[in-house]
C-alpha cells in the first residue's frame, strides 16, 4: 500500500546534498525530500519553505534553478528510500490538481 506524504523535495544535487560511496547510484535526477511535513504541521503552518541557494551548474539538469523555484513549496509525494539511505519523493502532481479542483468547486457551491 502506497503512503502519500506532503514534504518538500529538492532536485539532488551532489554540491548540495552530498556524494560520497555509500550514494545509491540511480539518485540523479530524482527529488530527495528535504523536509516531510506532519498533518499538524499543515494546519498550523509552522513551516516556511526557505529561499533556495542558487546553483547554476548542475551535472545533469541544465535548467536547474527554474526547476528548483518550481519545486520550492509543498508537495504530495510518495516516499521512496534507495539503498544509500537517502529518501527520494515521486511528486504526485496529478494528486494536487485533483485537490486543488476539488477545493475550488467546494468554494463556489
Given at each position: 500500500m502506497i503512503k502519500n506524504k506532503i514534504a518538500i523535495c529538492d532536485i539532488y544535487h551532489p554540491y548540495i546534498h552530498g556524494n560520497t560511496e555509500n550514494?545509491?547510484?540511480?539518485?540523479?535526477?530524482?527529488?530527495?525530500?528535504?523536509?516531510?511535513?506532519?498533518?499538524?504541521?499543515?494546519?498550523?503552518?509552522?513551516?516556511?519553505?526557505?529561499?533556495?541557494?542558487?546553483?547554476?551548474?548542475?551535472?545533469?539538469?541544465?535548467?536547474?534553478?527554474?526547476?528548483?523555484?518550481?519545486?520550492?513549496?509543498?508537495?504530495?509525494?510518495?516516499p521512496i528510500t534507495l539503498d544509500g539511505g537517502e529518501m527520494i519523493g515521486i511528486v504526485k502532481t496529478h494528486y494536487i490538481r485533483i485537490f486543488q479542483r476539488k477545493w475550488r468547486n467546494s468554494r463556489r457551491s
Open positions: 550514494t545509491s547510484q540511480d539518485i540523479f535526477g530524482h527529488f530527495i525530500v528535504r523536509t516531510l511535513v506532519e498533518l499538524n504541521e499543515f494546519y498550523t503552518n509552522p513551516y516556511i519553505p526557505k529561499n533556495i541557494i542558487k546553483h547554476s551548474i548542475h551535472p545533469f539538469i541544465r535548467n536547474y534553478d527554474d526547476i528548483t523555484i518550481r519545486y520550492n513549496t509543498l508537495n504530495i509525494i510518495e
